[in-house]
T-cell receptor, first 113, second 110 residues
Framework: KAGVTQTPRYLIKTRGQQVTLSCSPI?????VSWYQQTPGQGLQFLFE???????NKGNFPGRFSGRQFSNSRSEMNVSTLELGDSALYLC????????????FGPGTRLTVT | TQLLEQSPQFLSIQEGENLTVYCNSS?????LQWYRQEPGEGPVLLVT?????EVKKLKRLTFQFGDARKDSSLHITAAQPGDTGLYLC??????????FGTGTRLTVIP
């Protein structure tokens, strides 16, 4: 079974621009979560989508948004990029019978200049 | 905020040594996971512990969940360079929430 895939793997953007990241979960997984990872703040939860609905949301500004499609693929959008948005963005999926076990993709490394 | 503190934050040891990483919280979790992350990759699940006092072994790695389900430890015996990475604990609470620890960066020197 294929793992979680994320595209693109690397991205360089300029302050003020917007960016869209994509995540394809493991086949059959309906939950997709997004995380931001930085050296200073560690791994922080952005939001979770389940069956096209946002189920949980972390403490991030409204510039960060997401959506999930009927095939469970998910996108995350960041508008009006700031230098502090430079980070590794990780997507994770999980199936039914959840015990907190998530399967992560390789991440998208976003650099804002 | 359900904070998971890991200690130590950084650990550098020689190959063959033993080590223990701790994950502590003031909150009770229904389950706790340990992940390992290598540079440029996403975290990979190592184990899930559910019952207070539970001990699980994965080759040279031993995981323990505290009796009160507020803390956990990871013990590595005879560390190898392949164990190098960022170790993360994550606690599950209600409402499908998962909280990640601050991380322990382990370097095993050949």
């Amino acid at each position: 079974k294929a793992g979680v895939t994320q595209t693109p793997r690397y991205l360089i953007k300029t302050r003020g621009q917007q960016v869209t990241l994509s995540c394809s979960p493991i086949s059959g997984h309906r939950s997709v979560s997004w995380y931001q990872q930085t050296p200073g703040q560690g791994l922080q939860f952005l939001f979770e989508y389940f069956s096209e609905t946002q189920r949980n949301k972390g403490n991030f500004p409204g510039r960060f948004s997401g959506r999930q499609f009927s095939n469970s693929r998910s996108e995350m959008n960041v508008s009006t990029l700031e230098l502090g948005d430079s980070a590794l963005y990780l997507c994770a999926s999980r199936g039914t019978g959840w015990r907190g076990e998530q399967y992560f993709g390789p991440g998208t490394r976003l650099t804002v200049t | 905020t359900q904070l998971l503190e890991q200690s130590p934050q950084f650990l550098s040891i020689q190959e063959g040594e033993n080590l223990t990483v701790y994950c502590n919280s003031s909150s009770v979790f229904s389950s706790l996971q340990w992940y390992r992350q290598e540079p440029g990759e996403g975290p990979v699940l190592l184990v899930t512990v559910v019952t207070g006092g539970e001990v699980k072994k994965l080759k040279r790695l031993t995981f323990q969940f505290g009796d009160a389900r507020k803390d956990s430890s990871l013990h590595i015996t005879a560390a190898q360079p392949g164990d190098t990475g960022l170790y993360l604990c994550a606690g599950e609470s209600g409402a499908n929430n998962l909280f990640f620890g601050t991380g322990t960066r382990l370097t095993v020197i050949p």
